[in-house]
Each structure stands twice: as structure tokens, then as C-alpha cells.
């Protein structure tokens, strides 16, 4: 059963995740990844806040390891920052990787922080 709502959440997350990162979230004209920024800064809040709750573990598993799983992606993020480096654009690089890092765990400690609270 605990494999059946992994698979189920992931199957949502992914579709959620293509289409906010390549239909609503608008293309930048300067190459910045803004789609798989956002779903990843977003993704962290939303596990932050689903952790800080205390969830159940049918919960945990549906929407932390299978939605929230697949939502978010560590791989497109590396292989957008090789890009970004491959075309010498290692400013943006830098800053993407920052912004990533530093903004998911800031949004993640807020979520966490919310939910410890609700």
C-alpha cells in the first residue's frame, strides 16, 4: 500500500511539476531557469510546512515522498547549471545556485516554522 501512494502522489507531482514549470511559471528572456526555481523554492515551503505539521505517515508518504518528490527535481537543477557554465554564463550560474540553495532552505524553515504552529 505504501508504494500505491508514493506512486499516486508522484504521478500528480509530476504532472504539477510540468506544467507550473513550463506552462504558468512565464519564460526569462535572460536564461535564469525560472520554472524549475520556482517549483524547487516552492517545494521546499511545502515540505517544510508538511513536516512541521506532524503528518500522518499515509500523509507523509502520499504528499511529502511521492507528490513533493516529484515535484521537485535536484537533476534538472545540476543539469541547468552545467548549462549555464557550458555557455560561460557562470555568473547566472552562481546566482541560480545560491538563490536555490540558500532560498529553499530559508522557504523550508518557514514552512517548518508555520506548521509548527498550526
Known amino acids: 500500500m505504501n508504494m500505491i501512494l508514493v506512486a499516486i502522489g508522484g ?3 509530476a504532472m504539477a511539476r510540468f506544467y507550473v514549470g513550463n506552462k504558468l511559471v ?12 520556482f517549483v524547487n523554492i516552492t517545494g521546499s515551503f511545502l515540505l517544510g510546512l508538511l513536516t512541521g ?3 500522518s505517515t499515509t500523509t507523509s508518504l502520499l504528499i511529502g515522498i511521492g507528490f513533493l518528490g516529484s515535484y521537485t527535481t535536484f537533476s534538472t537543477f545540476k543539469v541547468e547549471i ?19 540553495y540558500f532560498g529553499g532552505i530559508a522557504l523550508a524553515f518557514i514552512g517548518f516554522v508555520i506548521g509548527k504552529a498550526v
Open 26 to 37: 512565464p519564460t526569462v528572456k535572460s536564461g535564469f531557469p525560472a520554472g524549475t526555481f
Open 82 to 100: 552545467i548549462r549555464q557554465l557550458a555557455d560561460k554564463k557562470s555568473k547566472e550560474a552562481l546566482l541560480y545556485m545560491i538563490s536555490s
Open 53 to 55: 505539521t506532524v503528518a
Open 11 to 13: 504521478f500528480f507531482g
